[in-house]
């Protein structure tokens, strides 16, 4: 018999106990947007206050729709937006309060004194991410990370923290060692992606150097605009290399 349900009793229960799920179901629910996902990353989830399932008796976890949804929020903004969990939680803690709470972006912080554009920034910026939580957002351990830095797949900042972007690089290496894809052998990559952000930077640089504040912004739209173009770019090219055609 499983334990009562928050906010139900008798009929209730039973009703509700019959929508619960086991996690082998919630994964099956999940997988067709998330093919990524594992159970070790729902409980990964779990343990960081991110979902609170109910439990039977015995210990095995059951999961309401409502969980469900949580869950498949928390990783839609991890995907989309590699945003620390902390962070998550407190923004869908803030939701589920009624609060009207914008999604915060995370990236760097701007250096002290620097108020020079601040109207163009849209929503709260989130700080910098430790490296102990780069570790549990990545579910990888320090002799790892200690690995991608000598690579210079992800380095520190002057503080110590990481950025938006070592978030992104670390989810991807960790996807691409799923495929027996080692960080010694993303050196070539990590040298060609500086190649062409040298190149976007020599087109860019003029801009970012303007006195005007809507220049300088319009140099920050060229530049993601460029990335896009480089990356679809690349992937075009690795395809033809392969003879493939992906959707």
């Not at 928050?6 to 229960?13: I, L, S």
């Not at 009207?100 to 910098?128: F, I």
């Not at 504040?213 to 739209?221: D, F, L």
Request: aromatic residues 4%; proline residues 6%.
């Amino acid at each position: 018999m499983l334990q009562t349900p928050r906010g139900g009793a008798g009929h209730g229960t039973a009703a509700a106990d019959r929508r619960l799920m086991s996690i082998g179901t919630v994964l099956n629910e999940l997988r067709d947007e998330f093919p990524e996902v594992t159970i070790s990353k729902i409980r990964f989830l779990e343990s960081e206050g991110l979902i609170e399932p109910e439990r039977t008796p015995s210990g095995y976890r059951k999961f309401s729709p409502e969980d469900v949804e949580r869950l498949a929020h928390v990783l839609r903004i991890q995907r989309d937006h590699y945003l620390p969990l902390k962070v998550i939680r407190e923004y869908l803690d803030a939701l589920e309060r009624g609060e009207r709470a914008p999604l915060p972006s995370l990236g760097r912080q701007r250096d002290a004194g620097d108020t020079e554009g601040q109207d163009d920034v849209e929503g709260p910026t989130a700080a910098r991410v430790g490296r102990d939580e780069l570790l549990a957002v990545a579910e990888i351990d320090e002799v790892q990370l200690d690995e991608w830095e000598t690579y210079g797949l992800v380095a520190p900042l002057p503080d110590g923290g990481y950025d938006a972007e070592a978030i992104t690089v670390a989810s991807l290496v960790v996807e691409l060692g799923r495929f027996g894809i080692e960080p010694r052998h993303l050196r070539a990559m990590k040298a060609a992606a500086e190649r062409e952000a040298g190149l976007v930077d020599q087109l860019v640089a003029p801009l970012r150097r303007h006195r005007n504040p809507q220049t300088r912004a319009h140099a920050e739209a060229r530049t993601k605009e460029l990335v896009g173009l480089t990356g679809k770019l690349h992937s075009a090219l690795v395809q033809t290399a392969l003879g493939v055609r992906l959707p």
